[in-house]
């Protein structure tokens, strides 16, 4: 079975991160796969560290000719039975073949973006909903969850990022975008006059953040670590970690933060949402809602017997749904059933 998984996105995100995680995780378990992908430094070292084999091309917009001929010819050259194409660009630059092509989804993209596919893969079932709306069968959309790396890493010398050791630490992870609602957290911030808060994140609203702490009066409890690869060490180091989006499809920084047994507040967007139960392993609040925000966080310092509720309840759905083999082993399975599948269909 040789597996192709093409990923032409961003520079730093959630999917970016699981495609990283996903791959590794089935290079380690011997799939015979190569990955195509956006010209990425940090990630193509990791990739190469695990053994992946790889290939790096530009991935532009739809005039870029020349990573499409070279996907082509990446296809042609490895024959593989299945291409994965990750996202909406490396699916719409990918060619048809003699390959099952499915489609993965992280979000609620357009539907016809995926029109080419033979079977697409959602990271929640509210997005295999979205796809079965606009007219895929059951039988060509599946709903496979993601996964956390749990990797002990031992906790950062608070030191080292000018934070008081006795002071408790909220942690925030992800793109600095507004989708991420860190000026709702900053602006919740101005209520936890005890906490200092780590956002672990790069993105194109950075200054605009840095300015808004600064005019809240909360800058010099705030440090802006940039985008890190220590997320498990990030995570063991805070006492709370506080995921505020206002829109996210699924959100990894939920499993994560459940991994490493670090109670979690997040808003209500759908991911969380669909994810969370209220109260027994994270606490929910409504989105965009700085005053219930506050008071969520509030609460967990306050109350050490919740945070430790919280932080072991998160823990076990972890360990039961989300840990790296669960995931490795769910697409393992995945890709076997597509060639019985075919197999089957060419008889």
Request: hydrophobic letters at 45%; a neutral charge; aromatic letters at 8%.
């Amino acid at each position: 079975m040789r597996v192709m998984q093409v990923m032409a996105g961003g520079e730093h995100g959630g999917a970016e991160t699981f495609f990283v995680d996903l791959v590794t995780a089935l290079q380690s378990r011997g799939l015979d796969q190569r990955a195509v992908i956006r010209r990425n430094p940090a990630r193509s070292e990791i990739l190469h560290k695990a053994g992946v084999p790889l290939s790096e091309y530009r991935f532009g917009g739809p005039l870029d000719i020349m990573t499409k001929m070279a996907l082509r010819r990446e296809i042609a050259r490895f024959q593989p039975d299945i291409v994965q194409t990750w996202m909406v660009r490396a699916t719409k630059a990918c060619p048809s073949g003699r390959f099952v092509h499915v489609g993965w989804l992280g979000g609620y993209y357009k539907p016809p973006h995926f029109r080419a596919c033979g079977h697409v893969v959602g990271v929640t079932q509210g997005i295999v909903d979205h796809m079965r709306a606009a007219g895929w069968a059951e039988a060509r959309s599946h709903f496979l969850p993601t996964l956390a790396v749990r990797q002990p890493a031992g906790l950062l010398k608070r030191a080292d990022y000018d934070t008081p050791d006795d002071a408790p630490l909220l942690l925030a992870l992800g793109r600095l975008h507004t989708k991420k609602a860190f000026d709702i957290l900053l602006k919740a911030l101005v209520s936890v006059p005890k906490a200092w808060l780590w956002i672990a994140g790069e993105g194109e609203i950075r200054a605009e953040l840095e300015k808004l702490a600064a005019d809240l009066g909360v800058a010099g409890r705030v440090r802006f670590l940039g985008w890190r690869y220590d997320r498990e060490a990030l995570l063991e180091s805070a006492d709370l970690c506080v995921f505020p989006s206002r829109y996210e499809p699924f959100g990894t920084v939920t499993i994560e933060a459940w991994a490493c047994d670090t109670p979690l507040v997040a808003a209500a967007s759908a991911g969380p949402a669909a994810v969370i139960r209220d109260g027994e392993d994270a606490l929910l609040v409504p989105v965009d809602d700085v005053e219930a925000l506050a008071t969520a966080i509030n609460r967990v310092l306050d109350q050490p017997s919740l945070a430790e509720k919280l932080a072991s309840a998160g823990r076990r759905r972890y360990e039961a749904e989300y840990t790296e083999e669960a995931c490795a082993q769910r697409y393992l399975a995945f890709y076997r059933s597509l060639l019985d599948i075919r197999s089957v269909a060419a008889q």
